[in-house]
Nanobody
Framework: QVQLVESGGGLVQAGGSLRLSCAAS????????MGWFRQAPGKEREYVAA????????YYADSVKGRFTISRDNAKNTLYLQMNTLKPEDTAVYYC??????????????????WGQGTQVTVST
């Protein structure tokens, strides 16, 4: 049974940093795309970043490019999202997802097969 468990969220001031983790278990993810999405209150789920588990190719939404970095540790089966220069508009519940996805569809949440429970990130002014 596939499990994705996010951690690392919290409250941070604008301009600060956080690192999110997503521990993945239950199968081999070598052929998968792993992604981070977020959802703010009253808004739809929004794509943040994605990475191919095997080759490590990275993809980012324009809103986070240059501030966020996605990475993975194959040995630990863990996905990361390093978030720097955080802004109040980054406040949301952050989810990690996994799926066998063509890289042209990494921003499409409905293409992902598995999701974690989410971790809250709050950025104060």
């Amino acid at each position: 049974q596939v499990q994705l468990v996010e951690s690392g969220g919290g409250l941070v001031q604008a301009g600060g940093s956080l690192r999110l983790s997503c521990a993945a278990s239950g199968r081999t993810f070598s052929g998968y795309v792993m992604g981070w999405f977020r959802q703010a209150p009253g808004k739809e789920r929004e794509y943040v970043a994605a990475i191919t588990w095997r080759g490590g190719s990275e993809y980012y939404a324009d809103s986070v490019k240059g501030r966020f970095t996605i990475s993975r540790d194959n040995a630990k089966n863990t996905l990361y999202l390093q978030m720097n220069t955080l802004k109040p508009e980054d406040t949301a519940v952050y989810y990690c997802g996994a799926g066998v996805i063509s890289t042209q569809y990494v921003a499409y949440g409905r293409k992902y097969n598995y999701w974690g429970q989410g971790t809250q990130v709050t950025v104060s002014t």
